[in-house]
Each structure stands twice: as C-alpha cells, then as structure tokens.
C-alpha cells in the first residue's frame, strides 16, 4: 500500500496552495498522518501530523498558525493547507502514516511513520 501526493507546484510568496494525501489501495484511517518536508541539500523535516481521528494536531513551529491539516476519512485523504507561504517552504513534501494504528501520541520523528507517498514539490518563489 502506498501513498499518493497531490498538489503543489510554483507559488508566490504570501500565496496558498492545498496539498493532499490518499493511499493507492487500502486505508488509513486508523493511523495518524504526518507532513514532512525535505528542501535542497538538507535533510527531511517534520512539519505537522493529525491524529486518526482528526482530533488533535501538532505543528511544527516554523509553520504554525499558517498551515493547517485536517482529514476526511470518509474520503480517505488528508490535507495540507498552505498559506502565507515563504520561499523558505520551498520543498519536497511527503505524506506518511504512522507504523501503528490507533497510537495516541503524535509522533515527529521518522521512523515512526512507515508509509510514505512519493512526495510533490511546493515552490515558493520570492
């Protein structure tokens, strides 16, 4: 089972943009989901996760208070609302699910999440 990104692409700076996250086959809707991001020539980063149930989410503080995560899992997506963006967003974003079902904690580091899709590339040009 894996995951599939869309959205993304060349933005400007201070504009929006909405990422989404299904799987290929299969569900998550039992697992938590995470956003991460990796920019040229540094290392991947976590940027924001949602619990299975869609109750509770934890930022990263770089993007706090300009995007927001949700899900529906009724449609079996989850989202990444992107505003105010800043070229420093510039990056490859990833969805994930978490490698346990149910957890209750939300998790940043990434061995902790064992499916990824194949990542799409957000632009932000200044």
């Known amino acids: 089972v894996q995951l599939q990104a869309f959205g993304g692409g060349l933005v400007q700076a201070g504009g929006s943009t909405r990422l989404s996250c299904a799987p290929s086959?299969?569900?998550?809707?039992?697992?938590?989901m995470a956003w991460f991001r990796q920019a040229p020539g540094r290392e991947r980063e976590f940027v924001v996760a949602?619990?299975?149930?869609?109750?509770?989410?934890y930022y990263a503080d770089s993007v706090k208070g300009r995007f927001t995560i949700s899900r529906d899992n009724a449609k079996n997506t989850v989202y990444l609302e992107m505003n105010s963006l800043k070229p420093e967003d510039t990056a490859v974003y990833y969805c994930?699910?978490?490698?346990?079902?149910?957890?209750?904690?939300?998790?940043?580091?990434?061995?902790?999440?064992?499916?990824w899709g194949q990542g799409t590339l957000v632009t932000v040009s200044s």
């Open positions: 949602i619990s299975w149930a869609g109750g509770n989410t």
């Open positions: 086959g299969g569900t998550f809707s039992r697992r938590n």
């Open positions: 994930a699910a978490d490698r346990n079902m149910y957890r209750s904690t939300m998790e940043r580091s990434i061995p902790e999440y064992h499916y």
